[in-house]
Every structure is written in structure tokens, then in C-alpha cells.
């Protein structure tokens, strides 16, 4: 697509004033964007994140191209809000997501909702998801699919891969089962992006969008033999497994590294590394014998909206223009990935709606003035903050401007959804 045919392609699609950044990517291509989200990987379960044992060599090479975010939070210290607000801009208490996504249970992510993959798409981006996405409650097509939030290909789960994470047979693709696979998800998860890239046509100047959310490091933990053998002193089989499934999922993120290499693709991609929210407490419900992630130096664990909740690793890598092997104290958010990729590329975020997120982008020139004016908070519900009373939680480093919440109450279903369901903002009772 040419220039012109850009700009009013921005024009038609955005119904918005063409923002100067769209004119300023005339003479610099787009950078494909690529998001690796993790799965409760606590903010202490990395070794560029001080693990005393966990080996993760591609994360700390990644660590060292990039810079390491020290107060990276998610939106939520539970996945689906989390997810909603990564997805969306929005913290999660305006999307009426406030806790897990139990199966059947009528919640989604609303249709009228934006998400970061329908923004880009617009605009020429190809836009790919695989892993665990927990935005709907059902996958037999009655509630929207990641299809419906704006991926062109998608192999997803609704919350955990099933049996375990190793050989899952519950994975969707493109809405149809995929039966049994072979592997760890994670590599699973890689494998369907390299071979989509390697598959797909696209035009020659349009970028990519990949969003590979690993079910590592969650439960139900489980590590091949390649990766258990990296700890041969650890004596407990279950504590094993977990750092093993760790390592497991870095050496897929070095698969991906790799091939970016391989087919000269490093230069102009922006990758995010984070993960969902803080790690799991050990026993916290049946089923949860190997929930042996660390918070590191933080108080508190997943679903506590004390730090270790919320503050997880973030690792940005976008050579040239972010800078390499530094350390940045800055709080970012993971509300921040919508603003921040439509400057990348060179949109306007939506104008209809309260986005909570920050363009992330002064924040990486050398010469920086960034000032944070939107603050990063989150409630959480009385259910999924069991043991804990109801509370929230506010982090910002200036002028904090909060927002007045809205309701879900008003959702309407997909306009491809089989039937009327609507989805609830009830608290779930039970379990992750
Ligand atoms: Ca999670």
C-alpha cells in the first residue's frame, strides 16, 4: 500500500483527522509488534529479574538488547481483567471484568469494546494470536473468539491447556478444534506464529501483529525431560517442574528471537515481554502442587493488590529506538500497550471513549521529558480476593487523573455470536 492509499486508508477507517505520527511513517516502515505474555510468572521468576536458579538465557539476551522495566504492572492481579485491560486501554473496572473468567459462565469482552488487534488490523497490519486468551467463557462459537477482537489467525484456549501444558488437546483454531498437538504450549504457541509468518502472504510494506500469550508459567505446571534435566539438584519433583516449565517457556521466546534473526525481521519489531499477574500461592486451591513462581522481593502474590500482585517483569526490546541493556524505574503498565502501539503505528487511539493507557514512546527518546498523567489502579473483587477484603490499588508518579467508572450492564452480544448471551459482572465463587 502506498503512501497516499495509506493515509486515506487511515482516514476512511479511523473517521479521525490523520494524526502527524501517520506522516512521519511515510519514510520509516511500520515496526511489527509482537507481544509475549506470561502467564503468573512473577516479578522475582526471571534470572535478568534476580532468580537464583531459574535459567532463562533468551529472556536475559532479550534483557540485554532492550531495556528491563523494574515497575512494570499489569492492569489487574488476576488474568482476565489483566488481559481485557492490555487488550483494551481500559483498566478492567470499566469493562465489567473484575475476575477470572470461569467456563460457561456468560462473561466476555464486550464487542463494543476496542481492541489493539482491530485498531491495527485497520490500518494493514496482519494480526495473529495463539495461547490462552480467557476473554470468553465458551469456545463453540457462541461468545466472541479472539476472530471477533480483531486476529485474522488465532489457536487459543479458553483459560488452561488441556490435559496439562504438555500435548494440550484443547486448542481452537480459527474456531475449529485442533485436536491433539505435540509439545509444550509454549512452543506450540511459537510454532503456529512462525509458520503463519512463514505461510501468510503480506503485502510487502505491511507489518504484523503477534500476540503469544504462553500458559506457562500457570498451572497445571508441567516441564519436558529437556528442561527438568536443567536442575538436577532440585530434589522436589514439583518445585522442579516449575522452574523447568520457566525455562521451558524462555527457550521458546528463543525460538521466536531466533527466526526474527533468520529472516531479518529484529531491526523493526517492538516486543513486549510481561506477564498477566503476580504468581500463584502455593496450594491456594486443588490442583495448585507446583505453584512455586516467586515474587521476588515484593509483598504479596496473585490476587493480592499488595506490589507482587501487580508488578511483574517487563522487558521492551526495539532496536535503535529503545535503549539496550539499560534499567528503567518508570512505571509502565500493561494499559499502556493500545496508546503506545497506535503510535507505532501512526494512528490516533480512540477519541470515543476513557483510555487509562500511555503512549510509552517519549518515554524511550535519549532526550526524554515523558510525564505519566494517567495512574495505573485496579479493583478487585470481594471472590477473586479471597482471604483479603475488597480492596484497590493506585500507582502513579504525577498528577493522577482518575477517571468515573462505567457499567457493563449495557453489553450486547456479537453480531456472530450463535445466540443472546450477555455477559454477567457477577463475581465468580471458586478456583483460579
Ligand atoms: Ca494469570
Redesign the pocket.
Known amino acids: 500500500m502506498n503512501f497516499l492509499r495509506t493515509c486515506r486508508h487511515l482516514f476512511l477507517t479511523l473517521g479521525c483527522a490523520v494524526p502527524a505520527l501517520a506522516f512521519a511513517a511515510a519514510s520509516a516502515p511500520r515496526p511489527n509488534i509482537i507481544v509475549l505474555l506470561c502467564?503468573?510468572l512473577g516479578y522475582g521468576d526471571l534470572s535478568c529479574f534476580a532468580h537464583p536458579e531459574i535459567r532463562t538465557p533468551h529472556l536475559d539476551q532479550l534483557a540485554r538488547e532492550g531495556t528491563r522495566f523494574t515497575n512494570c504492572y499489569s492492569a489487574s492481579p488476576?488474568?482476565s481483567p489483566?488481559r481485557a485491560g492490555l487488550m483494551t486501554g481500559r483498566t478492567p473496572n470499566r469493562l465489567g471484568i473484575r475476575d477470572?473468567i470461569p467456563p460457561q459462565s456468560g462473561i466476555f469482552l464486550r464487542p463494543a469494546e476496542i481492541t489493539v488487534a482491530q485498531l491495527l488490523k485497520k490500518v494493514g497490519y496482519h494480526t495473529f494470536h495463539a495461547g490462552k486468551w480467557h476473554l470468553n467463557s465458551r469456545t463453540d462459537g457462541y461468545e466472541p473468539t479472539p476472530g471477533d477482537a480483531g486476529f485474522d489467525h488465532w489457536l487459543y484456549t479458553q483459560n488452561n491447556a488441556a490435559p496439562s501444558h504438555l500435548n494440550p488437546r484443547n486448542f481452537i483454531r480459527n474456531g475449529q478444534p485442533a485436536g491433539p498437538l505435540t509439545g509444550p504450549s509454549s512452543h506450540l504457541v511459537v510454532a503456529e506464529a512462525t509458520r503463519w509468518l512463514d505461510t501468510t502472504q503480506r503485502a510487502a510494506d505491511a507489518p504484523f501483529f503477534l500476540n503469544l500469550w504462553f500458559h506457562e508459567t500457570?498451572e497445571p505446571v508441567a516441564a519436558t525431560e529437556e528442561f527438568l534435566a536443567l536442575y538436577p539438584d532440585e530434589k522436589n519433583p514439583d518445585r522442579r517442574h516449575y522452574l523447568g516449565a520457566a525455562s521451558q517457556m524462555d527457550a521458546a521466546v528463543g525460538q521466536l528471537l531466533r527466526y526474527l534473526d533468520d529472516h531479518g525481521l529484529r531491526d523493526n519489531t517492538f516486543i513486549y515481554f510481561s506477564?498477566?499477574?503476580g504468581p500463584e500461592t502455593l496450594k491456594r486451591y486443588k490442583g495448585a502442587e507446583r505453584s512455586y513462581g516467586s515474587p521476588g522481593p515484593l509483598r504479596g502474590m496473585?490476587l493480592h493488590v499488595t506490589e507482587a500482585g501487580y508488578r511483574v517483569p517487563g522487558i521492551i526490546r526495539w532496536p535503535g529506538h529503545v535503549a539496550a541493556g539499560a534499567t528503567n524505574a518508570e512505571p509502565i503498565c500493561n494499559l499502556d500497550l493500545l496508546p503506545t502501539a497506535c503510535a507505532l503505528a501512526g494512528i490516533a487511539p480512540p477519541r470515543d471513549r476513557a483510555l487509562d493507557g500511555a503512549n510509552l514512546l517519549p518515554l524511550f527518546a535519549v532526550n526524554r521529558s515523558y510525564v505519566r498523567t494517567r495512574f495505573i489502579g485496579s479493583t478487585i473483587s470481594p471472590s477473586a480476593n479471597r482471604g483479603l477484603s475488597p480492596s484497590a490499588t493506585a500507582r502513579g508518579n504525577s498528577s493522577p487523573t482518575p477517571r468515573s467508572r462505567t457499567s457493563n450492564s449495557t453489553t450486547s452480544p456479537p453480531t456472530s455470536a450463535k445466540n443472546k448471551t450477555s455477559p454477567r459482572n457477577t463475581p465468580s465463587a471458586s478456583a483460579p
Do not use: A, L, M
Request: charged letters at 35%.
Open positions: 502467564d503468573d488476576v488474568c489483566s477470572w500457570h506477564s498477566d499477574n496473585k
